[in-house]
């Protein structure tokens, strides 16, 4: 059993604040572009975004609790792993999408709604599968998880800032242009520096578990991968809406998985380095992805389906 107890996962509220405002500037950016039509897209073509969301909120939870359990993985690790899958789609994978070729307009209808549905459903799946880990149960019931703290959180960093952007989409189009990229850039390069300074602050600790947690990241990350693009294949989704469920469901919100940590595990070490490294992994994997993708020519509809994307 390791001892992560040496890793050093105490904020003050000051660096929380710090954290959470990266989160909320990440959906901000996001959703600036964010209209309507993107939720009336998901009623009117529901196949892609009924296949991502179950892959996002039922399938990768589930497989994870069930897979972390029958490996036998540490109890920090596993909760670590669980919360990162309960986690919605990351704000960088419809840059990503379009990268690959894949269908941007399923990609950020996916984004929208799954950043809503986590109000709910990541506080749900979380503590639901922390429970039914029998590894998992007894690190859950030591902490005292407050499910209305834990929602409350979310709405905060996902939900208010997603309705801020798409109100100020709307009353100020032209600036929402000028600044949709910028901000997504900018923010993943701040959230990714806090990780880099999290990380600084346990060197050791870093490199005296890195093998072992790598592996983990990359195992559970190509399982995520797997499980959105066998959904789509299932659903017999075109191949560039296909892409953009994998690319959606392969990429996590690890600033959500993190800030929550941060604010309610502060003693789970084994928790920071996961969500840690799987900032960093999701980001590799997906661009690797992405960049094969886009070297594979698509058949002219498939094409045509990407390039209606924002």
Known sequence: MSDFSQVDVAFS?????VLNAILAGMIFGVSLKLTGADFVRVIRQPRAPAAGLLAQFVLLPAITCLGTALAGVEPQLA???ILVASCPGGSFSNVMTWLGKASVPVSVSMT????LAAIVMTPFNFTLYGYLNPLTRPLLREISL??????????LVLVLPLLLGMAIGKR???LAEKADKPMRVITLLVFLLFVVIAFANNVDSFVQYAGQILILVMIHNVVALSIGNVSGRLLRLPIAERRAVTMEVGIQNT???LSIIFTFFPEAGGMMLIAG???????????TLALIWSRQTLPDATRQVNSHGH
Not at 13 to 17: D, K, S, W
Not at 277 to 287: K, Q, T, V
């Open 112 to 115: 929208a709604v799954s950043s």
């Open 146 to 155: 407050d499910p209305v703290s834990l929602l409350a959180l979310v709405g």
């Open 255 to 257: 600033a959500l998985g």
């Open 277 to 287: 490294f799987w900032s960093f992994w999701h980001l590799i994997a997906g661009l």
């Open 79 to 81: 909760l670590g792993m």
């Open 13 to 17: 509220p000051g660096n929380l604040l």
């Open 172 to 174: 100020h189009p032209e």
